[in-house]
């Protein structure tokens, strides 16, 4: 059904059928600047700070009205986020540093995920406020964030499945966690949360009526608790659980790994509770450590306790959003709050990795989504997030373009771009399959090929929300 609906869209994108009267006058009603402005809003995590006139500005252009537009800054790193993993998953140029690491470590491409579910938290703060602020109930807002959570797992399951290449998709190689599904699963967590604590900040709030300093922080500390008991599970999970035939707290790649001791312990405590859990055949069988560490058990960079981080990650992004909320307009302080906040994440970083790749108490590994690689990449997307705003919202010296397009639309150029990755124009047989040249091309022009079909969307008011 899904991809029906997408290859529909491709359909309309590609047939001049605009011209038929009935259709264009359907498209005209659905897509007026009200109806713009609700499938926006509707987003997973997208923010509703807009109103129905800054909807028809050009790109670049801010409303100048008493109603705060919306933050292009959010759609802009969203976006970002997203062309870069589009360009690796595209191949990157087949230059290493566009690969995701085999295990221990950083590359660009470890990089976009976390940034991506960072943003998501921030936006979803400011959504949930919204939406309260008009009154809207919190159990209606309850069914809306369980059937996009539901949404996100089944387009993940059904739709963007790499067991598809092991045959037809069936129970037997179904694979259960991926990308959407922990977004899904994040997403839940946080928006449920939220909504549990939440009140709405009111419009007209200020520094005299909310003189605190802590005062993103203070009202919330049942939310603190609880990401606290829940990164106790983790630190517990991982390091005290009993794995057998492996040592306890080990978080190495197995295969020949460690001088080869633990061939069978790839990820430690988190490959066992996925293979306990879900089945060797449900999780991803070809993962990154494999080729360097010659791993033979399958691991999911998506599985269960690597969840609980995405959740903390997440929920140091909707942070970033409450500072926006609660500082709204003081440009000032919501920057300097998130300088705080990069520091804050950053130095637990440097305790726990102690500035290497290797040698540290928790290294920074994508795989395991271990806490020093939560702390090490919001403390980078709080500096990014920092700079974007300063160039988007305060200079205004950047309207976003071109990722703001792509921003607007996430979730349909990620679902498109893995549905379509192996289909020209996004692909094509090389003359010569080692040189970076033709796989950098080929990257580059599927990357901005989506690019160019998220602002044709853009500027037809389409716009795929969950």
């Given amino acids: 059904m899904i991809l029906s609906c997408f290859l529909s869209l491709s359909v309309y994108l590609l047939l001049p059928f605009n011209s038929i009267e009935p259709i264009r006058n359907w498209l005209y009603k659905k897509m007026n600047p009200r109806e713009t402005d609700r499938l926006i809003n509707s987003e997973l995590g997208s923010p509703r700070r807009t109103d129905s006139t800054s909807s028809d500005l050009p790109a670049g252009v801010w409303s100048t ?27 990157g140029g087949k230059y290493w540093f566009f690969k995701h690491q085999s295990w221990n470590g950083l590359t660009i491409a470890d990089l976009v995920f976390p940034w991506f579910v960072f943003i998501m938290g921030t936006s979803t703060v400011l959504s949930l406020s919204s939406v ?9 807002l309850l069914l809306k964030i369980l059937w996009r959570s539901f949404l996100l797992f089944l387009i993940g399951v059904v739709v963007v499945n790499p067991n598809y290449c092991l045959g037809p998709l069936s129970w ?29 900040v009111p419009d007209s709030s200020s520094v005299e009526a909310l003189s605190s300093v802590f005062q993103d922080l203070l009202p919330f500390w049942p939310q603190w608790l609880f990401m606290t008991l829940l990164e106790a599970v983790w630190l517990c999970l991982t390091f005290l659980l009993d794995v057998p035939g492996c040592p306890t707290g080990y978080l190495g790649p197995g295969g020949i790994g460690d001088s080869g001791e633990y061939p069978n312990c790839t990820g430690g405590a988190a490959g066992y509770i996925d293979r306990w859990l879900l089945g060797e055949k449900h999780i ?52 300097l709050r998130f300088c705080v ?13 102690k500035c290497s790749t290797e040698e540290g108490l928790i290294p920074v590994n994508k795989n395991l989504w271990s806490i020093s690689y939560v702390t090490t990449l919001s403390s980078f997307a709080f500096t990014l997030l920092l700079l974007i705003y300063y160039l988007v919202d305060v200079k205004r010296v950047w ?33 010569d399959t080692q040189s970076h040249s033709e796989h950098l091309a080929q990257a580059l022009i599927g990357t901005s090929l989506w690019i160019i079909i998220s602002y044709v969307l853009y500027r037809k008011r389409i716009f795929w929300k969950i």
């Fill in 172 to 200: 037997e190689n179904l694979r259960i966690p991926g990308v959407l599904q922990r977004l899904g699963c994040t997403y839940l967590v946080v928006a449920g949360l939220e909504l549990l604590f939440a009140k709405p």
């Fill in 132 to 140: 309260l602020r008009r009154g809207c109930s919190k159990g209606r």
């Fill in 65 to 91: 009205g008493s109603a705060m537009p919306r933050l292009r800054s959010l759609d802009t790193f969203r976006g970002l986020a997203l062309a870069i993993m589009v360009f690796v998953n595209y191949g």
């Fill in 284 to 335: 991803y069988q070809h993962p990154s450590s494999n080729v360097l560490y010659m791993t033979t058990v399958p691991f999911d960079p998506e599985g269960i306790l690597g969840t609980i981080n995405s959740v903390i990650l997440a929920f140091l992004g909707l942070q970033a959003g409450k500072i926006l909320l609660f500082y709204k307009d003081q440009h000032q302080q919501i920057m």
């Fill in 341 to 353: 906040w990069t520091a804050i994440l950053g130095v637990p970083s440097l305790v726990l990795t």
């Fill in 399 to 431: 309207s976003g373009v071109p990722f703001f397009f792509l921003g607007m639309n996430s979730i349909l150029v990620y679902v498109g771009h893995e549905i379509f990755e192996n289909y020209f124009p996004f692909k094509w047989k090389m003359r």
